[in-house]
């Protein structure tokens, strides 16, 4: 029972009967749709737990699509204290969540009510709603655009009237706890422009609120959608309001009953699907009330595709799981929905061989899956993942050894949507929590910009620092140097700057795990649509990187004067000179003085340091070590320090 094992993040609640220019109302008995004497009832009993109900519509689809599927039928004790199934809607911080679904009635006099069952605190807040309970004009368009408008004159006292205050910590109003159920029941009299409300205690029969009053204007004229919804706009961020919802009951003397949407996915083949491979969908168990026929099916597949008929398909083009919405419409005009996610993925590899020396893996169990393939002159990987305190993402590397760099050209992403990012990373290990250190270009929502990631040990948070807006192709680098990942960038592969350094917790010798990762900005939520990120890169390697002894010249192990006497040579003694190939071996090490450049300056540099106590030369000096700074200059061999 998921009633009692939340945390309690927050210090309040308050329930609206009656909204801002929207009128309130639900109920209920046994069964779940039946009519009589003009009311229609509706409980969750045979609705499937885990699942969004089954002939409602929600309104994050509307309004917060990133909000969508916080509403799902759970199993708990009801009203009576035995097992039941009811609809949890739960509502995050500065979000608003809900249900709502077609009534498509005239009529302008109506009685509505639900069993309410606040099981969750929220913060105090006059902007918090634990549930509102409406009906509300609907437009041709937008079921909710008309709402404010239809208020009329003194709309904005609605809320006055029906909000319960104060708050007392668990205590809704005066007398409405957590933790116990209550039915609402609101009668709306819009002939003589009165409306009046009340909230019974079921667990003892008492009435524990009430209010009426008069109005005046539009509000309550007609009514086409019954409505369900708690809003959360508390302070406290990752918190949850949770209401649970159970018998409700409208009046609706026009005896509308709701059809029932259904449908399968035909011959599934308990995979994702790849793209082009056909889906078929079959709603011929959709059912509508006996006396009524359905009188059209419209799909629409998720991404821009429509279909109609009992039965149709479709193929997708693009990786991802998309959200297959069926809405049914029986003769007498009523309405019913349903969803169904389908992924969409590449094939997994025939020979995983053919990617090695890479391996390529899911980190941190991404709720799609991700792959990587060999395509064209380079590599493509497929990603889902999601920006969390865990790393989840997919990974295409290498274990590396010593001191190195690995090095990518990146190409624009296929498919990327805002959130989403792919570059190079080294990290300790596998796990979610492990050290690591990324250089990725990041999806915003104008332009494409360049983040540097770490977590400099194991479990600790993550630092993002944001830089430049890059455009593509773009080479980006990672170099190990010891205990420290230096990160560069590059608009042709020819000139770098270094974006960022960190030293990270891992052994001086310790092998590590080098290669391309890439994070879709998943949501999280299975029953949620993604668009994967798909994107292509090429030039994918790893090299050792060289290490030295600034100022010997000669490569001899120690510095002294005749490393002046072989730059002087490598300079002016012609194409003959014993020290032209020491020196050409690696310039780097006769750079005594670290400005890119190998001149007399630098024999200069060395026999200040010997005789004139001028300092030491700049690092790696006296023990091997990399080129701190990128002047373009390469070491490819020094023997010495192998």
């Not at 807006?469 to 980006?476: D, G, K, L, S, V």
Request: proline content about 5%; some cysteine.
């Amino acid at each position: 029972m998921r009633l009692h094992k939340r945390s309690s993040c927050f210090g309040g609640w308050s329930i609206v009967i009656l909204r801002a220019a929207m009128l309130a109302g639900l109920v209920g008995t046994a069964g779940s749709v039946s009519a009589q004497d003009g009311f229609v009832t509706e409980d969750f009993e045979d609705k499937e737990v885990g699942t969004f109900p089954a002939g409602w519509l929600d309104y994050a689809d509307v309004v917060a699509p990133q909000q969508e599927n916080l509403s799902t039928v759970v199993r708990t004790a009801g009203a009576d204290g035995a097992p039941t199934n009811v609809l949890e809607i739960r509502s995050r911080v500065g979000t608003s969540q809900g249900v709502y679904r077609p009534v498509n009635s005239e009529q302008t006099d109506y009685t509505v009510s639900a069993d309410l069952y606040l099981a969750q605190d929220m913060a105090i807040s006059p902007g918090n709603v634990a549930l509102d309970i409406a009906f509300a004009i609907r437009s041709s368009s937008d079921p909710f655009s008309t709402w404010l408008s239809a208020g009329g004159a003194g709309s904005s006292t609605w809320w006055e009237a029906y909000s319960a205050w104060p708050l007392i910590e668990t205590v809704v109003g005066t007398s409405i706890r957590i933790g116990s159920w209550h039915r609402v029941t609101a009668e709306v009299h819009t002939s003589s422009g009165f409306v009046s409300s009340r909230v019974v205690d079921l667990a003892s029969g008492t009435e524990v609120a009430s209010v009426s009053r008069t109005f005046a204007g539009a509000i309550g004229r007609r009514f086409d959608a019954v409505w369900l919804s708690a809003h959360h706009r508390g302070s406290a961020a990752g918190g949850e309001a949770i209401t649970l919802i159970d018998n409700i009951t409208y009046s609706d003397p026009a005896g509308r009953l709701f059809p029932e949407a259904s449908f399968a996915i035909v011959e599934s083949p308990g995979r994702c699907f790849l793209p082009g491979e056909t889906v078929s969908v079959d709603a011929t168990a959709s059912t509508t009330p006996e006396g009524s026929e359905i009188v059209s099916y419209e799909w629409d597949f998720g991404d821009a595709t429509l279909g109609h008929g009992v039965m149709t398909s479709h193929a997708y083009a693009q990786y991802g799981r998309f959200v297959i919405s069926l809405t049914i419409t029986n003769d007498l005009g009523a309405s019913s929905a349903i969803k169904r996610v389908v992924c969409v993925a590449p094939p997994p590899a025939a020979d995983p061989a053919a990617l090695l020396p890479w391996l390529s893996v899911d980190v941190g169990s991404p709720v799609f899956p991700g792959s990587a393939w060999n395509e064209a002159d380079g590599l493509s990987v497929c990603a889902g993942g999601y920006r969390s305190a865990s790393d989840e993402f997919h990974y295409v590397y290498q274990e590396a050894y010593g001191d190195f760099g690995i090095i990518v050209a990146l190409e624009e992403p296929l498919n990327w949507i805002t959130g989403a990012r792919l570059g190079l990373m080294v990290r300790v290990s596998l796990a979610s929590s492990a050290p690591f250190a990324a250089i990725m270009p990041q999806k915003y929502p104008l332009d494409a910009k360049l983040n540097f990631r770490s977590r400099i040990e194991d479990g600790a948070s993550v630092s993002s620092r944001q830089h430049n807006a890059i455009t593509f192709p773009q080479w980006i680098k990672l170099e190990r140097r010891g205990t420290d990942i230096v990160a560069y960038s590059s608009p042709d592969g020819d000139i770098w700057t270094e974006v960022e350094r960190v030293t990270i917790a891992l052994a001086e010798n310790q092998p590590v795990l080098a290669g391309f990762a890439a994070c879709g900005a998943d949501s999280g939520d299975p029953l949620k649509g993604f668009l994967a990120l798909h994107a292509h890169f090429t030039g994918l390697a790893i090299a050792a990187t060289e290490t030295f002894r600034r100022g010997d010249s000669n490569a001899s192990g120690g510095l002294d004067i005749a490393d002046a006497v072989c730059t002087l040579g490598y300079l002016f003694g012609g194409p003959g000179d014993a020290c032209a190939q020491s020196v050409s071996s690696c310039l780097d090490a006769a750079d005594a003085n670290d400005d890119g450049t190998i001149d007399i300056a630098d024999a200069v540099k060395i026999l200040a340091h010997l005789f004139a106590q001028a300092g030491p030369l700049p690092a790696p000096f006296g023990t091997c070590g990399v080129d701190p700074t990128d002047d373009g200059l390469d070491c490819g061999a020094y023997g010495p320090c192998q």
